[in-house]
């Protein structure tokens, strides 16, 4: 799931369109690994598959949330508000909603204060977890941390991540009710051309 094959957006209204294919696929992936049943211990083969899809959807999360992705939410409600060439009042409350659910603590780089023993070197975000346990490209300092043995901690730091599905849900509403009734236009478009296009920030 990306753009990479695309490069950069072109335009604002270009992001809001990438935005909805990519943030389209990642629900349709949580739909489709949702487990079936109740809970089944940590230790079981279940248990291990569903521990894996977790920490897989909380990463696939991280491209709408860090903010230098291309479409990141607030990327994306910039691109809203640029776009809105009508002044649709539905498009901007949108955004706004959007703004008040995407907190700082979903951000890449923001501690994450998890109830309970902090593990041995208390300085791992959750971007070191999930890429030491995933990707193992710091896979040493991930076992030295004791994170990898700890699944109740793993679990509640992908829980938080979890909270920005409520922002990314809105936004995946908002941009394909602009898109699909045509109140979404490229800001240098609507201006006939002239002039460039706010920079990404």
């Not at 211990?41 to 248990?47: R, Y």
């Not at 009508?86 to 995407?102: E, H, N, Q």
């Not at 959750?126 to 679990?155: I, N, P, T």
Request: charged fraction near 30%; glycine fraction near 8%; charge should be negative.
């Amino acid at each position: 799931m990306g753009e990479g094959k695309r490069g950069k957006p072109r335009n604002e209204l270009e992001r809001l369109e990438i935005f909805e294919q990519l943030a389209a696929e990642y629900f349709r992936m949580v739909e489709l690994f949702q487990p079936e049943g109740g809970p089944v211990p940590a230790g079981s083969i279940e248990g291990e598959r569903r521990q894996w899809v977790e920490l897989f959807r909380a990463a696939l999360l991280r491209k709408f949330i860090v903010r230098d992705e291309h479409v990141s939410l607030k990327l994306v409600v910039r691109a809203l508000r640029l776009c809105n060439y009508t002044a649709d009042g539905d498009l901007a409350a949108g955004a706004d909603a959007v703004t008040a659910l995407f907190t700082a603590e979903m951000v890449q780089g923001r501690q994450h204060d998890i109830p309970g023993p902090a593990p041995d070197d208390a300085r791992d975000t959750f971007e070191d977890v999930l890429y030491g346990r995933l990707l193992h490209g710091d896979a040493d300092r991930f076992q030295r941390s004791q994170w990898a043995k700890d699944y109740s901690r793993l679990r509640a730091a992908a829980a938080q991540r979890f909270d920005a599905e409520h922002a990314l849900r809105k936004a995946l509403d908002v941009v394909s009710h602009g898109l699909a009734h045509d109140l979404l236009r490229s800001p240098a478009a609507r201006i006939g051309g002239a002039g460039p296009e706010e920079p990404d920030r």
